[in-house]
């Protein structure tokens, strides 16, 4: 009997699925923060549905495509079939090839839910348990590293049409991510300063995915998302939508990073005198977690009476990050040599 379980770190950051998994695993890899403080400066927000979706870049599953630290393969379910027309030999074939699986599964087969179509990362498996582990938010509705039998993982996985088939944006099918020990990246000064400006501007930088995807419209950028959020939480008020919290979150999830961010750039010389913002950042922090809390008991009990505060109080934060980023930004260093590309195919002289 066989088993392997890849590595897993509890992530930073755990709002959505993808964002939840990339952490995970570079974390548990190399925690190479520099590729991690050069991004997940910019948010954008829409409310099309009956929620309101906000993540660092448009279409959160894009992330892994475009983490240069990850390998990433995209097959279709009709070719696995054809192939090998077992999905438990497959997955345990690629986790002893070192790739996390990435792959909607309806996990009402395992959580006594009719019907659950969710996104999910397996990465291990025991056959002395017959249980692979995964990692997801609905077991325990947090981000947690779980077991799930055999019999009922290849039962969720058959259960799952193409229409059902969100991955990448419905293109669907079975992403394999493994971490490249061959990448690189250093800090990119010049993206991070462009991106703050992009932040406190609210530039809709779809542009920089054009060359793969078309831009969607409705959506808001940098400190407009605030507002998004806040409309969002008013039609919860008046009971035209219902409660969600990620949106909330991840605005606390960007003060956690942007404070983790601005230490490190101090400490290796790509800020000047940021103490005081760094301190200032902290506070809004501590208070984007109060929010999250006061939300949290909102929505457990129902009451909608407290979010008129959380509006209120979320209207000053983005007026406190709007003095602090404006401050920021004439402290930073851009280090154009910072970039530099070296290909490894060629051997050096």
Known sequence: MKSKILPMQYPAIATWTWQAGIFSILQANCNNVEWIYSNYIQLVANSFSNTCNLDFIPRGDDSFLTCPLLYTQLIKRKLIKSFCNDYLEFIKTCIDQDNYIYIVVDQGCFLNYDTLPHDMIIFGYDDSEEVVHVADFTFKNKYSFEKVPYESLIKSIEMISEKKDFVLDFKGGVLLLSYDKSSEYTFDTKLVRDSFIEYLECVETTDRFRAYRMPW????????????????????????????????????????????????????????????????????????????NKFLKCMVKGDVNTLPQIVDSLSKIKNSEKELITAIIPKLVVKQSDRVFIDKRIPLI
């Open 217 to 292: 419209r409705g959506e808001t950028y940098g400190l407009q998302v605030y507002d998004t959020v806040m409309d969002f939480l008013a039609d919860i008020y008046r009971h035209k939508k219902a409660f969600d919290y990620r949106s909330i979150h991840n605005i606390y999830s960007h003060k956690l990073l942007m404070v983790n961010r601005l230490k490190y750039m101090q400490e290796n010389s790509y800020i000047r005198n940021a103490e005081n913002i760094i301190i200032e950042y902290t506070k809004l922090k501590e208070q984007m977690l109060v929010l999250v």
